[in-house]
Nanobody, 126 residues
Framework: QVHVVESGGGLVQSGGSLRLSCAASGSIFAISKMSWYRQVPEKQRELVATITSDGTTKYVDSVKGRFTVSRDNAGNTVYLQMNSLKPEDTAVYYC????????????????????WGKGTLVTVSS
């Protein structure tokens, strides 16, 4: 089983910074991609940033130049450094991990599961 836990959310003033962390643990053979999404009430969840196993990153246009996604050397923890925060960045931020799990001591290289954390709230005051 794969567990995903986010941390680092909180209340910050407009223009401030926060750093989110997401740790994946459990029976994991390999992680192919880790992503940050965000969601506000009555809106669809939005992809914010992605980092793949080879370090390739992608961002939604609204955060380019302000947010940076990175990961640790072990590859099981992803970070989202958020600078120059705006009130419109207020949302619950979710981490998604695409990974091949180990089940009963074996793994299927052609199977990639999607695993979600419970989210962490970021509130940016004006």
């Amino acid at each position: 089983q794969v567990h995903v836990v986010e941390s680092g959310g909180g209340l910050v003033q407009s223009g401030g910074s926060l750093r989110l962390s997401c740790a994946a643990s459990g029976s994991i053979f390999a992680i192919s991609k880790m992503s940050w999404y965000r969601q506000v009430p009555e809106k669809q969840r939005e992809l914010v940033a992605t980092i793949t196993s080879d370090g390739t990153t992608k961002y939604v246009d609204s955060v380019k130049g302000r947010f940076t996604v990175s990961r640790d050397n072990a590859g099981n923890t992803v970070y989202l450094q958020m600078n120059s925060l705006k009130p419109e960045d207020t949302a619950v931020y979710y981490c998604n991990v695409e990974a091949t799990p180990i089940t009963d001591g074996t793994w299927d290289l052609y199977y990639i599961g999607h695993y979600w954390g419970k989210g962490t709230l970021v509130t940016v005051s004006s």
